[in-house]
T-cell receptor
């Protein structure tokens, strides 16, 4: 079945450091890919998405590119802030997107000043 | 818009009791999803609806779990009887089938503890 694998955490970085969280997927066809973020005690918020190969999703300084050849959707940010501390989930959905999300295990990021 | 609303936010109950979780999707959204988050299994789908009709309930753990969507603005997830292994955070999410509708919007979740 479809699955998402993302790097295990926790990840601890100093403020202004470069962030990469790896995500690879296994799926038939052409899924849509997402990064969701979960702040402490809150629900998941969409961070960015890409719906076809070579698309780049971006938001709040975060970027991820849909790479079909490597089945990857790695999340990057050039300079993290303390406020970026959260759990990040990579996810995919099939078809139109109004289908269930398949999530990775999540990566906890802590940014220290 | 108020976003997806879930209640209660926290629930503590004893094993064997009935638990009912509630969700109000974003107005105009025609898809509704129930997910469960645990440390062991991460986030997993329980059931989802389209236009109030259940489409896939294969993620519902067992007969103790049931979900309904009597109208477009309300859904319930019921556990009867509850067990300690049901302790988790339960999220409701909604989306719409129109252009750009592939984004699911999540509620704040209900944190359930079964003693």
């Amino acid at each position: 079945g479809d699955s998402v694998t993302q790097m295990e955490g926790p990840v601890t970085l100093s403020e202004e450091a470069f962030l990469t969280i790896n995500c690879t997927y296994t799926a038939t066809g052409y899924p849509s890919l997402f990064w969701y973020v979960q702040y402490p005690g809150e629900g998941l918020q969409l961070l960015l998405k890409a719906t076809k190969a070579d698309d780049k999703g971006s938001n709040k300084g975060f970027e991820a590119t849909y790479r079909k050849e490597t089945t990857s959707f790695h999340l990057e940010k050039g300079s993290v802030q303390v406020s970026d501390s959260a759990v990040y989930f990579c996810a995919l959905s099939k078809g139109s997107g109004n289908t269930p999300l398949v999530f990775g295990k999540g990566t906890r990021l802590s940014v220290i000043a | 818009d108020a976003g997806v609303i879930q209640s209660p936010r926290h629930e503590v109950t004893e094993m064997g009791q009935e638990v009912t979780l509630r969700c109000k999707p974003i107005s105009g959204h025609d898809y509704l999803f129930w997910y469960r988050q645990t440390m062991m299994r991460g986030l997993e789908l329980l059931i989802y609806f389209n236009n109030n009709v259940p489409i896939d309930d294969s993620g519902m753990p067992e007969d103790r779990f049931s979900a309904k969507m009597p109208n477009a603005s309300f859904s319930t997830l019921k556990i009867q009887p509850s067990e300690p292994r049901d302790s988790a955070v339960y999220f409701c999410a909604s989306s719409f089938s129109g252009q750009g509708g592939e984004t699911q919007y999540f509620g704040p979740g209900t944190r359930l503890l079964v003693l």
